[in-house]
């Protein structure tokens, strides 16, 4: 479109609501499956009509319970990558046991789908020390973990600054060469994130602002949303009321309205191919000997 100000990432960390921590830590359950199955549904659709693309962020285990609705997404041209296998956080596991939950992961999407399974996003933006060297040792070739936000208590927040695409040794000086980071963006001056919880909590003009905020500084705005959050969701004993909040309708009506912004929604890969310069080359193999 020749009237945008610029590319951004609209991403979705396809998990769904029974996947939660506010659901997995609750006193009460629910019998209603698939919740959030709808919300994916309407992404494919509505990207579909305007000719948009995404990357999807997937919990693997989904290939197992909903293999149709995964296939659907990497069929719709979405870009397909790891939200890990169970959707656990990496701090709560032992280093073997975040090395296979990438591994797994993997493995099923690309199983599954056929694509090339290369980003990474862990749950809450929860990683450990050990990350970049799991990611490399694992074949995946950049993350998308980090918020330079400011610190909130009870949340993430305060142990990063980055907020450009950049080669992962930007975050982490030791991190293996050829790893790029991908940061979620957040407001400028304020620095809380521009979607998640506080697009629900201030609504899609405090997000539309801080897109093209960002744009104007050259930044690609990096979003997230999940699929639970844009239906009707079952009310449970325990989960807490800001889970509820403006989803449903009210949801699917702001991301309509951040859609209707002048900018292309493109996949994350594509943002980091352009932005940091070499980045593929590390990732290219050597070539070998050639055979006589």
């Not at 199983?111 to 990350?131: C, E, K, N, Y």
Request: net charge negative.
């Amino acid at each position: 479109m020749s009237d945008t100000v610029g590319r951004a990432v609209l991403s979705i960390d396809v998990e769904l609501f029974d996947q939660t921590p506010a659901y997995r830590s609750a006193s009460g359950i629910t019998d209603q499956q698939g919740i959030g199955l709808n919300g994916l549904a309407w992404f494919r659709e509505t990207l579909g009509d305007r000719g948009a693309s995404t990357t999807c962020f997937v919990v693997s285990s989904l290939v197992d319970r909903y293999p149709e609705a995964i296939e659907a997404l990497a069929d719709a041209g979405f870009e397909i990558a790891s939200h890990t296998h169970s959707h656990e956080l990496l701090s709560d596991r032992s280093a073997d046991e975040r090395r296979e939950e990438l591994a797994t992961s993997k493995e099923r999407l690309e199983s599954l789908t056929g694509q090339s399974v290369t980003g990474f996003r862990a749950p809450a933006f929860d990683i450990t020390d050990d990350h970049f060297d799991l990611l490399a040792e694992t074949g995946y070739e950049y993350d998308s973990s980090v918020v330079a936000s400011r610190a909130i208590p009870g949340w993430y927040g305060g142990e990063y600054d980055l907020e450009t695409p950049a080669l992962a040794t930007a975050v982490d000086p030791d991190a293996p060469a050829g790893l790029a980071e991908l940061p979620a963006s957040v407001m400028p001056g304020l620095r809380l994130p521009l979607t998640g919880t506080w697009l629900r909590f201030f609504g899609p003009r405090y997000t539309a602002l801080g897109m093209r905020l960002l744009a104007r500084r050259g930044i690609t705005p990096v979003l997230y949303v999940h699929p639970w959050e844009l239906v009707g969701l079952p009310q449970v004993e325990g989960v807490p009321a800001r889970v509820y909040y403006h989803t449903g309708e009210w949801m699917r009506e702001a991301l309509t309205y951040i859609l209707d912004q002048p900018f292309d929604f493109v996949t994350a890969r594509s943002v980091l191919e352009d932005a940091v310069p070499g980045w593929t080359d590390q990732n290219r193999p050597a070539d070998g000997p050639q055979e006589e």
